[in-house]
């Protein structure tokens, strides 16, 4: 089946940006005559389905985010993400607006103050939270996330954690653990399989206390200490980690610093989502690169469609630094 052309191919083609494409098949003003006429000459050429492009003007979008996430530990990855949304937003000419939301808040009348006219929610939420959501009957665009019917745009979590894996394995490493802080947030499940998925084509079987699943406290840095730790304290302890984010990384290699565990020389350490600190962290951290600001000008790209793909995938990229390397 053919792939759909996109609005991001036509500007590939043009060589013009997205929001110029966009403007251009809406008839928007903001270009010249002869630009709008050959992106329009291009788009037909390749086919363009224009039944794609919502006839309802978005005007004002909000991002969502979980509570939990609105967090020290977590802004590296989100804020870049709200970057990526913004900048697209500002081609189309569309209002950005944020907010936090958990469990027992006012969900509709707190999202009703911002007069969206459509949502994009990122990061874990709650079954429950995003059934009120969807209760709204506004244009919503998952980020970090997947739920059945829902458009969404996602980094490639399998692959990432099988690159991780694999890396480890091709440093020698054969016991190799998987420290996660809970399995209910889709984009640890499919770093998880991807680990799983690299280990059993190696035809190696770890432990089941090699996945190590951080204690459910309200602090969620002290959770991954204690993780760690039980981790380091098995009779066979690891000899390398692959940390859900860079962020839980960075916990394995404080704990490690005071008990005395070399990196890499005792236990080799990957990390995920490339954040600015991986780079600066001693030794610097082998990750997985995730674009945080494409995810958020796809994300913006799918609320602009109509038919969109209904699980966008995005490539990621294995960067080896000292943390895994003997």
């Known amino acids: 089946m053919t792939k759909p052309v996109r609005i991001r191919d036509i500007a590939e083609a043009c060589g013009v940006s997205v929001g110029a494409v966009s403007r251009a098949l809406k008839g928007q003003p903001g270009l010249r005559e002869d630009t709008r006429l050959r992106i329009i000459s291009v788009a037909q050429q390749q086919g363009y389905d224009f039944s794609r492009l919502r006839t309802d003007k978005i005007k004002r979008v909000l991002f969502l985010l979980h509570r939990q996430h609105n967090i020290s530990r977590a802004l590296p990855f989100y804020s870049q993400l709200l970057l990526g949304i913004e900048d697209n937003c500002r081609d189309h000419g569309i209002a950005l607006s944020f907010l936090s939301i958990g469990p027992g808040d006012a969900v509709s009348e707190q999202v009703l103050l911002h007069q969206p006219d459509a949502l994009i929610c990122a990061g874990f939420f709650e079954p429950e939270l995003l059934g009120l959501l969807q209760q709204m009957k506004l244009p919503l665009v998952l980020v970090d996330l997947w739920a059945p019917d829902l458009p969404c745009v ?59 699943i951080a204690p459910p406290l309200l ?108």
């Open 219 to 326: 602090d969620t840095e002290q959770s991954l200490v204690e993780a760690v730790n039980e981790l380091l304290s098995l009779p066979e302890p690891p000899d390398a980690i692959f940390a859900y984010n860079d962020a839980a990384a960075l916990v394995v290699q404080r704990v490690c610093a005071q008990q005395g565990i070399r990196i890499p020389e005792d236990l080799a350490l990957v990390g995920f989502d490339d954040i600015d600190a991986a780079a600066w962290s001693h030794p610097p951290l082998t990750t997985i690169a995730v674009d945080k600001q494409q995810l958020g000008r796809e994300a913006l790209r799918l609320l602009l469609e109509e038919n969109q793909e209904e699980n966008l995938l995005l490539p990621v990229q294995l960067v080896v630094r000292g943390s895994s390397e003997k």
């Open 154 to 212: 996602n980094p490639d979590n399998t692959q990432g954690g099988y690159l991780a894996t694999q890396h480890l394995i091709a440093q020698g490493r054969s016991r190799i653990a998987f420290l996660a802080s809970t399995l209910a947030h889709y984009s640890i499940r499919q770093r998880e399989k991807g680990y799983r998925q690299a280990l059993y084509e190696a035809r190696l079987l770890m432990p089941p206390e090699y996945e190590a």
